[in-house]
């Protein structure tokens, strides 16, 4: 028999993140929707929680050599296409993720997750700094809610328009673009901004009634690296990955007593 060809490899993108034991955030989160968007998802582990539609009962940071290793066996034989950051945990860690992402020239999307959607910190209080020094220097783009706008630069947001203020503050802080993610405004649209500085780019989609939104950072971040990985512009990416984010919202399922996550396969489920 003739031998099969062998299939293309897909765009590669790598999430350095904790994992989620429940499935719906972190790392499961981000390779689920890698998947959806066709590409290549990889992991590097940088804390484990113990976690469910509760919250979050406990977590563990891995040691700053296991992180490192595992950065090295992906990039070094593999390669990205594009990286996604999530939870680091600790100060030393965002160092170190900062330093190595220092020297990859694909485009980074940090997403910085301070405390998860039932309140629950992930990410020591020490550990600011060295995300506003360390990690946002190196990002193509940055993905804060509000509470993490406030956190990282003091900055409160209260209505549509004090997202520029907030994107203003973040991008002081070294990243190329800022999204601000206006999800946690009380009326109106789900509103974010994307801007550099100069260009403005708003980005609505109907504010849904669903409470199952356990992921939706992770998701959304995913979805714009999983964008930028397949040849996107920065503002395409994040349109198309606002558009895939607002779906998986929608289709959000119960699971467990609490809250449950968004749905990686709704389109899929759609068909």
């Excluded at 490899?9 to 034991?21: K, M, Y």
């Excluded at 499935?23 to 590409?39: H, R």
């Excluded at 190329?176 to 100069?198: C, S, Y």
């Amino acid at each position: 028999m003739p031998a099969q060809p062998i299939a293309a490899t897909p765009p590669r993108v790598l999430t350095v993140a904790g994992s989620d034991s429940g499935g719906g955030a972190g790392i499961q989160a981000d390779l689920k929707t890698m998947l959806a968007l066709g590409t290549h998802g990889m992991s590097v582990v940088a804390a484990v929680t113990a976690q469910n539609s509760l919250g979050v009962q406990g977590y563990w940071e891995l040691p700053a050599e296991a992180v490192a290793a595992q950065f090295r066996s992906v990039v070094d034989d593999i390669g990205v296409q594009a990286v996604k950051t999530g939870m680091l945990a600790s100060a030393e860690l965002v160092a170190l993720v900062g330093e190595l992402l220092a020297e990859v020239e694909a485009p980074v999307v940090v997403d910085p997750v301070g405390v998860s959607k039932h309140g629950d910190s992930l990410l020591a209080a020490d550990a600011l700094d060295a995300v506003r020094e360390r990690l946002l220097p190196v990002a193509t783009v940055v993905t804060p809610n509000l509470d993490e706008v406030a956190q990282l630069t003091g900055v409160h947001v209260e209505s549509e328009e004090g997202l520029r203020e907030a994107a203003e503050a973040v991008l002081a802080h070294g990243p190329t673009w800022a999204l601000i993610k206006g999800g946690h405004l009380a009326e109106g649209d789900a509103v974010d901004l994307l801007t550099d500085g100069r260009a403005e780019y708003w980005l609505r989609a109907p504010r849904r009634s669903n409470r199952h939104t356990h992921g939706t950072g992770c998701t959304l971040a995913s979805a714009l690296a999983a964008r930028l990985a397949n040849g996107d512009a920065v503002p395409e990416a994040a349109a198309a990955a606002k558009e895939y984010t607002a779906g998986a919202i929608a289709a959000g399922f119960r699971l467990g007593a609490g809250i449950g996550p968004v749905d990686h396969g709704w389109r899929l489920r759609g068909e």
